[in-house]
């Protein structure tokens, strides 16, 4: 369940919430998803339920719970061990700032979260990833769970990050693009 997608003919891909897509088109109008870049359409438009965009039945979209693989598409990236002594000693460098921006999208993040997502981190390696700029580190951090879960300090509902789709050739980075992506 979706509340934005973005127009087929748009080159830009820019997202339009719902409430905007049904005036401006109408609830027939399919949409992209801008992870997945699949058709999506609207459901509950003309009912009680709440309007939202949903994908296909069958879509493969890691935005859809039973298809969510936490930094299941890093595993086949291409690696070089020489980079991840730089990649770490960064980390550490800026490890107050990386927590911050990590908890700029979780709210209520726990330092024992933090520390988890860097357990995992250290498990995937994500240290070493080729093409990885430093600065999206903290983005891939956010992948490192299966969820954050509701928690008593300002987290209302579980949530989880997936990683804008590469292109279907293996080995390249989600960001190792002409364009960066937008998106996590």
């Given at each position: 369940?979706?509340?934005?997608?973005?127009?087929?003919?748009?080159?830009?891909?820019?997202?339009?919430?719902?409430?905007?897509?049904?005036?401006?088109?109408?609830?027939n109008?399919?949409?992209?998803?801008?992870?997945?870049h699949e058709?999506?359409?609207?459901?509950?438009?003309?009912?009680?339920?709440?309007?939202?965009?949903?994908h296909?039945?069958?879509?493969?979209?890691?935005?859809?719970?039973k298809?969510?693989?936490?930094?299941?598409?890093?595993?086949?990236?291409?690696?070089?061990p020489?980079?991840?002594s730089?990649?770490?000693?960064?980390?550490?460098?800026n490890?107050?700032?990386?927590?911050?921006?990590?908890?700029?999208?979780?709210?209520?993040?726990?330092?024992?979260?933090f520390h988890?997502?860097?357990?995992v981190?250290?498990?995937?390696?994500?240290?070493?990833?080729?093409?990885?700029?430093?600065?999206?580190?903290?983005?891939?951090?956010?992948?490192?769970?299966?969820?954050?879960?509701?928690?008593?300090?300002?987290r209302?509902?579980?949530?989880?990050f997936?990683?804008?789709?590469?292109?279907?050739?293996?080995?390249v980075?989600?960001?190792?693009?002409?364009e960066?992506?937008?998106y996590?």
């Amino acid at each position: 369940m979706s509340s934005s997608a973005y127009h087929l003919n748009d080159p830009e891909k820019k997202l339009i919430s719902i409430d905007e897509w049904v005036k401006k088109y109408s609830p027939n109008t399919v949409g992209g998803c801008r992870v997945c870049h699949e058709q999506m359409t609207i459901r509950g438009a003309r009912s009680q339920q709440k309007t939202h965009f949903t994908h296909k039945p069958n879509s493969s979209c890691p935005t859809i719970v039973k298809n969510h693989r936490p930094y299941d598409v890093l595993r086949d990236v291409e690696r070089d061990p020489t980079l991840a002594s730089f990649a770490k000693q960064w980390a550490i460098d800026n490890l107050e700032s990386i927590h911050y921006k990590v908890k700029k999208y979780v709210p209520g993040l726990t330092w024992k979260e933090f520390h988890q997502l860097l357990t995992v981190a250290n498990e995937v390696d994500i240290w070493s990833l080729k093409s990885l700029s430093h600065d999206y580190i903290p983005y891939l951090l956010l992948t490192c769970t299966d969820k954050f879960e509701k928690n008593k300090y300002g987290r209302k509902y579980d949530c989880f990050f997936v990683l804008e789709t590469s292109p279907t050739t293996g080995g390249v980075l989600w960001n190792d693009t002409t364009e960066g992506k937008k998106y996590i």
